[in-house]
C-alpha cells in the first residue's frame, strides 16, 4: 500500500494554486464558473484515490493540517468585513431580514418538495435546514431526527454549486449589486460560497461573510420552531 504521508498536503496546494491560476485567465463566465478550482481541485482527487484504489482515511489524516487550518481561514474574513463595516453597519436590519426570508425560504421549499416526493420524515428532516455551514447543519439536523452525515455531505454539494454558478446566475437575471449578491450568496451557498465571493471582489465577499454568519444564527432560531409546524402540515 502506498503511503501518503508525503503526497497528501502537495497534491491538494499544488492542484488548487494551478488551477487558480488557470481560473484567472478565463474570460467566458460560463467556461470561469465550471473551472473553480474548489470543484475541480475535490473531483481530480476524488479521481485520483478511486483510479489507484487508495484510501480516503489515510489520504485524510495526512492532510490534517489543511483542516486545521480552517478556522484561522474563517476567522480571516474579519478582515473584510473592517474593511466594509460602514456599509454593513448602515444595512445591517436589511441584511438579517433578506437572511431570515431565505432561511424560511430554503425550509419551506425542502418540505414541500419531501411531500411532494413523499419521502420518509428522517430524510424530510435531513434536508429542512442545509442553507448554513456544515456544523451548524449537523447540530440543527440531528435536533429534529434527521441523517446529520447526508445532511453535511448535501451542504458540501450546495456550496459548490454556489461557487460554480451563483455569481453567473445573480448576473444572468440582472442583480449587480455586489451588497445583493454578497448576501444571497452568503446566506444559500455558506462558507465555499463565500470564498468563492471573495476572490470575485472584497464586497461580495465582505457581505458574504456576514450573511453567512447571521444565517448560522438564524437557522439555528428559526428552523427548530418552523420544521415542526411545517412537517404537521404537510408530511
Not at 196 to 214: D, K, N, Q, T
Amino acid at each position: 500500500m502506498i503511503d501518503l504521508w508525503w503526497l497528501s498536503i502537495p497534491v491538494i496546494i499544488t492542484l488548487f494554486l494551478g488551477l487558480r491560476k488557470l481560473n484567472t485567465t478565463i474570460n467566458n463566465p460560463l467556461l470561469k464558473a465550471l473551472t473553480n478550482p474548489v470543484f475541480i481541485t475535490i473531483t481530480l482527487i476524488a479521481i485520483l484515490l478511486v483510479s489507484f484504489s487508495l484510501p480516503y482515511s489515510q489520504f485524510a489524516s495526512h492532510s490534517q493540517l489543511l483542516s486545521y487550518l480552517l478556522e484561522p481561514a474563517i476567522v480571516a474574513l474579519a478582515l473584510p468585513l473592517y474593511q466594509q463595516f460602514v456599509h454593513i453597519r448602515r444595512n445591517l436590519l436589511l441584511i438579517v431580514g433578506c437572511c431570515s426570508l431565505g432561511i424560511i425560504n430554503a425550509t419551506v421549499v425542502a418540505t414541500l418538495l419531501s411531500a411532494a416526493f413523499n419521502v420518509s420524515a428522517q430524510l424530510a428532516a435531513s434536508v429542512a435546514a442545509l442553507s448554513v455551514t456544515t456544523p451548524i447543519t449537523l447540530l440543527v439536523t440531528d435536533s429534529l431526527g434527521g441523517i446529520a452525515s447526508l445532511a453535511a455531505a448535501m451542504v458540501i454539494f450546495i456550496g459548490l454549486l454556489g461557487a460554480l454558478f451563483a455569481l453567473l446566475i445573480l448576473r444572468q437575471v440582472g442583480i449587480y449589486n455586489h451588497q445583493a449578491q454578497g448576501v444571497a450568496i452568503g446566506t444559500a451557498f455558506h462558507a465555499i460560497g463565500t470564498a468563492a465571493a471573495l476572490v470575485e471582489h472584497p464586497r461580495i465577499g465582505a457581505f458574504a461573510s456576514v450573511a453567512m454568519a447571521l444565517s448560522a444564527l438564524l437557522t439555528a432560531l428559526i428552523v427548530p420552531l418552523l420544521y415542526p409546524f411545517l412537517s404537521q402540515a404537510l408530511l
